[in-house]
């Protein structure tokens, strides 16, 4: 065989373990991302299910005084809601308080 036919073969041979390199680098990320993923804990819900079959929207409160306010002075409050039901919740509309005065 020639020189010349000997570093082409060469040459070829370095091409075909370079890219059978990357090829198993890539395999063994993407392997140990299912790894990963697999041995992921599912995250723990926040509440106790209270409802079954279906979601359910539980406010921590029912009403709130807030004493007299002065016209135009402004007044925050906070409300949590936690889905208590065991289906994912989601709004069809955009959600509103209702504020009522008086009592």
Do not use: Y
């Amino acid at each position: 065989m020639s020189q010349h036919k000997q570093k082409k073969t060469l040459r070829h041979h370095k091409k075909k373990r370079t890219w059978a390199m990357v090829f198993s680098l890539i395999g063994g990320v993407l392997l140990i991302i299912g790894v990963v993923s697999a041995l992921k804990k599912p995250a723990l819900p926040n509440a106790a299910i209270e409802v079954a079959g279906s979601p359910s929207l539980k406010v921590d409160k029912d009403k709130v005084d807030l004493g007299n306010v002065k016209l135009g002075q402004t007044v925050d409050v906070k409300f949590t809601l936690t889905n208590v039901g065991d289906q994912n919740l989601r709004f069809t509309k955009a959600p509103f308080v209702e504020v009522v005065e008086g009592c």
